[in-house]
């Protein structure tokens, strides 16, 4: 094949959610794009895919990637989860599916696309570095004018049963090696020498080690408040620690908010406000740390505070913009965000998006917020982020559904984390706005 016709060669890293919605947009373009993905275990799902076991995993020899714990379901309604184009997830009574459900869908839109053909499982993304330009003047490295003066990817992998090292060369890199995996800790004086139960959520698979403990568990969002009411079901008490406003909804009898950890001596929690409590159990739901350590320096990507950068529009890399990571935004709905922005890089690569200047990119790219640690926080903003890179890449925007729900569900669950995720969840006829039936006789959530 003449070099000026070579297809675009394309790594697809890790076949989580966002990995495979790569693979399935990328086939759509055959003509265009030769590309595989690799998957350091033997399955797909990223962290979907439940492991009871804790620490390394014993097939591989690499750190349990998967935070899941046994009962855990979806905080956010199963039919609002859905990728736009593969909408076979949920309709059931209750809104919030198990892990394995989510499992299950995504195993269904793998063999609909037929993608585990694109696959090479057991194999880690040991490096990936940046080597050389590609010149248009130069024929013989030619590949097409929307990759002219762009980097040539050399990628070291390594099969991690018989562990043989091999190079390989790429055009463009998708990063989809997720971000729920390398836990956060934040120091707390004293922790080292607390006598009791001290874990990570990325540790926790079941409740039945808490039980009759006083446990203080640190941090409220989805996995503290889902965690910690579970847990009340087993403990003696469980107090929720953090610096948020307070909680608007009821909890259990057996939970008390209190503020952050500021010290530990013993068994003794000294809090923000100066008072102190007794616990015998201390779970950390204080989320997780980005991670990319099969990036080379020369790649040109920081991660400080949990502010990636450069990073334009949350996911290209503004030093060498045929490497995207897909799924860095927090406070998200997921699966649709990662069919927007796959949509969005594949139109970059193949010239239909023209990207700006180097200094705007970097402008855009920089934090926004008072906190590097809130710096890809979208929330509310998503939607419009959404929209920005669909009307700007040519293709088809999220139907608005997906934000009428989003907006009624977050009303649900404020009011009700003890059983907000058995609340039905409703699109009506029109395809925009949805109802929230819930599951306590009070008035239905409507949104549109």
């Not at 195993?107 to 053909?117: A, C, G, I, M, Q």
Request: charged share 20%; proline share 6%.
């Amino acid at each position: 094949m003449p070099a000026a016709e070579r297809k675009l060669r394309v790594c697809v890293i890790g076949t989580g959610a966002a990995g495979l919605c790569a693979l399935r947009h990328l086939a759509t373009e055959p003509a265009v794009f030769e590309f595989e993905a690799f998957e350091q275990t033997d399955h797909i799902g990223g962290t979907w895919v439940y492991n009871e076991s804790i620490g390394v995993d014993a097939k591989n020899q690499l750190p349990i990637h998967s935070s899941m714990y046994e009962s855990l379901r979806t905080n956010l309604p199963s039919v609002i989860m859905n990728f736009p184009d593969w909408r076979k997830m949920g309709n059931g009574e209750k809104s919030c599916i198990s892990h394995s459900e989510v499992l299950s869908y995504l195993e269904d839109y793998t063999n609909h696309f037929d993608l585990r053909k694109y696959i090479t499982f057991n194999t880690s993304v040991e490096t990936v570095q940046p080597i050389c330009s590609v010149r248009c003047t130069d024929p013989a490295t030619l590949v097409t004018s929307s990759v002219a003066n762009r980097r040539i990817w050399k990628i070291k992998i390594k099969n991690v049963l018989n562990r043989t090292v091999v190079e390989r060369e790429f055009d463009a890199v998708f990063c989809c090696n997720g971000h729920f995996f390398e836990p956060n800790v934040p120091p707390i004086p004293g922790i080292q020498r607390f006598p009791g139960i001290v874990m990570h959520s990325h540790d926790y698979r079941k409740p039945h080690p808490f039980t009759g403990k006083t446990i203080l568990v640190l941090g409220a969002a989805s996995s503290g408040a889902d965690i910690g009411i579970e847990l009340t079901g087993y403990a003696r008490h469980v107090y929720l620690s953090h610096n948020n406003p307070r909680l608007i909804s009821a909890l259990p009898a057996n939970m008390t908010e209190v503020m952050g950890v500021t010290g530990v001596e013993g068994n003794r929690f000294i809090l923000k406000d100066g008072t102190s409590l007794f616990a015998d159990a201390f779970l950390y739901c204080t989320g997780y740390k980005y991670s990319f350590p099969f990036l080379d320096e020369t790649c040109g990507i920081t991660v400080d505070d949990n502010y990636v950068h450069p990073l334009y529009r949350h996911m290209i890399n503004v030093e060498h913009p045929t490497m995207c990571f897909v799924g860095i935004p927090l406070v998200v709905v997921p699966f649709p965000m990662f069919h927007i922005q796959v949509q969005y890089f594949i139109a970059s690569l193949k010239g239909n998006v023209r990207l700006p200047s180097k200094d705007i990119m970097l402008q855009d790219a920089l934090c926004k917020s008072p906190l590097k640690r809130r710096a890809h926080r979208l929330a509310d903003n998503q939607w419009e982020y959404n929209d920005g890179l669909a009307r700007d890449g040519g293709f088809e925007p999220l139907p608005p559904f997906y934000k009428a729900g989003y907006s009624a569900w977050k009303i649900q669950r404020s009011r009700n984390l003890m059983h907000y995720k058995d609340a039905k969840f409703v699109i009506d006829d029109d395809g925009e706005s949805v109802q929230i039936i819930p599951n306590d006789n009070t008035a239905p959530v409507m949104s549109r």
